[in-house]
């Protein structure tokens, strides 16, 4: 993953594969990636990415970040 985004021109400061914490979640991978906020257009444009991959914004609960 680090390198896909490396060779788009997205700097990476800090990835992570996600636990999978439901049976569903099984046949899939989730990541949290940390990039730089001048790359976060690059990261939302669905050209860059293969097929069949959905890209969001990691929201925050208040009450564990506050």
């Given amino acids: ?5 490396t060779d ?5 400061s800090k990835y992570s594969l ?3 914490s439901e049976k569903w979640q099984e ?4 990541f949290r990636l ?4 001048k790359d976060k257009d690059k990261v939302f444009d669905d ?3 293969p097929s069949g991959v959905a ?4 929201v925050f609960s208040s009450s564990k970040h506050g």
């Fill in 1 to 5: 993953m680090r390198q896909f985004l």
């Fill in 8 to 12: 788009a021109g997205i700097t990476v």
């Fill in 18 to 20: 996600l636990e999978k």
């Fill in 27 to 30: 046949k899939y991978a989730a």
């Fill in 34 to 37: 940390v990039v730089d906020i």
């Fill in 47 to 49: 050209v860059m990415w």
């Fill in 55 to 58: 890209v969001r914004d990691w």
